[in-house]
């Protein structure tokens, strides 16, 4: 079952713009994580927020998390052409074990010069 | 460089065929995971090991089996490969805990 919902699912914009992609998620969650996939290959790890913090930042990202709202988005400022890629948010539910995550099926971003 | 490698990038079989799908990590992580990947459908996650000879099944484990004999190496089988099973098939491992993945780069499998 699908646990993150991203929205948009595709968004173009011009190099120099900020890039907002949203996450709606369904059950309670131990963490929230971003990740960007290139086009054809694997996944890789943007950041992780716990359910217990509201905002963090990395570089050029910053990650908010709502859990009251269970929603989070991930804001890419002065985006640049090699951003252009898919991102997609991973939730970690309360209970299963493992740490396994819960993909949304992704934002396609195109950030053109 | 931290890794996890995926045995073959490009895979063609046989509706029938016996198919295994080789990941192996270097980072000494508890956890690894299998993922299939569709068009529309995100990923969806189809087994899971957190210790060696342990496995959980995620939710889609119908198809499909693991083996997880050495800490660094978790094996997917395709018992008799379809084509529904036709996907990019996506392999990570984690430290237990608030960890992020790290994953593999792939493995395309068309079964013809």
């Known amino acids: 079952s699908q646990q993150g919902e991203e929205d948009p699912q595709a968004l173009s914009i011009q190099e120099g713009e900020n890039a907002t992609m949203n996450c709606s998620y369904k059950t309670s969650i131990n963490n929230l994580q971003w990740y960007r996939q290139n086009s054809g290959r694997g996944l890789v790890h943007l950041i992780l927020i716990r359910s217990n913090e509201r905002e963090k930042h990395s570089g050029r990202l910053r990650v908010t998390l709502d859990t009251s709202k269970k929603s989070s988005s991930l804001l890419i400022t002065a985006s640049r052409a090699a951003d252009t890629a898919s991102y997609f948010c991973?939730?970690?539910?309360?209970?299963?074990?493992?740490?396994?995550?819960?993909f949304g099926t992704g934002t396609q971003l195109k950030v053109e010069l | 460089d931290v890794k996890v490698t995926q045995s073959s990038r490009y895979l063609v079989k046989r509706t029938g065929e016996k198919v295994f799908l080789e990941c192996v990590q270097d980072m000494d992580h508890e956890n690894m995971f299998w993922y299939r990947q569709d068009p529309g459908l995100g990923l969806r996650l189809i087994y899971f090991?957190?210790?060696?000879?342990?496995?959980e099944k995620g939710d889609i484990p119908e198809g499909y089996s693991v083996s997880r004999e050495k800490k660094e190496r978790f094996s997917l089988i395709l018992e008799s490969a379809s084509t529904n099973q036709t996907s990019m098939y996506l392999c990570?491992?984690?430290?237990?805990?608030?960890?992020?993945?790290?994953f593999g780069s792939g493995t395309r499998l068309t079964v013809v």
């Open positions: 090991s957190y210790d060696v000879k342990m496995k």
């Open positions: 991973a939730t970690e539910g309360l209970t299963g074990g493992g740490n396994k995550l819960t």
């Open positions: 990570a491992s984690s430290l237990p805990g608030d960890y992020g993945y790290t």
